[in-house]
C-alpha cells in the first residue's frame, strides 16, 4: 500500500476496531498506537508501542505520519471516575499527543470529541456548532477542554462531535437500549416524545474520511449526526424489527413512568430517555459527508447482526 499514513490512537476500542478497518479499505496506511506490547490488530499496517501519559515514543510513532486520528480516551459509560481522570485521559493526553503531532509537521490533527462537549443529555432545540458550548459533566468538560487545547497548537485540527454512535460491539447506553429490545416482553415506553439524534459506527468512519480528504485548513468542531433523529419508541422498534418482532410498546403516560422511576432510584435514566438531544450536521455535509444509512435502517441491521 503506498496511501497516505495515519497514526490512529485507541484502535482496540469500539470506534476504533471501525476506524481501522474503514480505513484501510479506502487505501490509507494505519499505523495503531498501543498502550502495550498486544497482537497488531488485523489491518493495520504497522505498529508503535507508547503511553500517551508519558509519550516517550511519540517522535517515532509520528515520523512520517500525515494525520493523526485520535479516538484513544476515558469513555463517558465510566461515568462515576473522577474529574481528574477525565481530564488525564482526555485532555492532557490529546494536548501531549497534538504537541507530539506539531512537531512531527503532522498535516492534520482529528480528535473523537462528541456531542457530549457542546451540550448536556438533554437540548431544547436542535443544535449546530453555532451554539456556545455548555457541557454539565466530567466528560463532556474534558472533550471540550482537549478541542481548546488543540486550538492552542497552531496544528490543523479538527473535532468531531459525534451523537450517540451504535454498530457492532458497542457498549453503554446503546448496548443496555439493545438489550431492552431483545427482552421477550412488552415495554411501557410508547408515550415517550423525546427526539435523539444517533450515527452509526460506519457514518462516522465516512466522517473521519472526509476531514482526512478536505483540503485547506478546518480548525473547528463538526457535529457529526444522521439527519434522522428518533424517539425511544422508534428506536425500539426499529431494533425489534431487525429481530423480525413486533414492537410491542404500551402507552403508560410519561409523568407515571418518570414517578416509578425516581421511587426506585432511576430518575437520572428517565431524564436520558424522555429528554429530546437533536444535533445537525450541516457543516460536515458540506464537507461532502453522507451517512451511509438511516438510523431506523442501521438499528435494524445492528439488531440482525448482534442476534447472529
Known sequence: M???????????GFIGRHLLTALTARGYRVRVLLRRPVEVPEGASSAVVGDLARPINM????SGVDAVVHSAGLANAMSGAPEDDF????????RRLAEAAQRAKVRRFVFLSSIRAQTG???PSPLTEADFPTPTDAYGRSKLAAEQALAETGLDWVALRPALVY???VKGNMAALLRLARSPYPLPLAALSGRRSLVSVESLSAAVAAVLHTAGPLERALIVADPDP??????LAALRSGLGRRPSLLPVPSPLLGLACRITGREEMFDRLSGSLVARSDELAALGWQPVQT?????AELARNAAG
Do not use: F, K, Q
Not at 497514526?7 to 482496540?12: N, R, S, V
Not at 517522535?59 to 509520528?62: C, H, I, P, T
Not at 428518533?230 to 428506536?235: D, G, I, R, V
Not at 438510523?295 to 438499528?299: N, P
Open 230 to 235: 428518533l424517539t425511544l419508541p422508534e428506536m
Open 167 to 169: 454498530g457492532v460491539g
Open 2 to 12: 503506498s496511501g497516505p499514513l495515519i497514526a490512529l490512537t485507541g484502535a482496540t
Open 87 to 94: 481530564r488525564n485521559s482526555n485532555t492532557e493526553a490529546t
Open 121 to 123: 443529555p438533554s437540548a
Open 59 to 62: 517522535a517515532a510513532a509520528l
Open 295 to 299: 438510523s431506523r435502517d442501521g438499528l
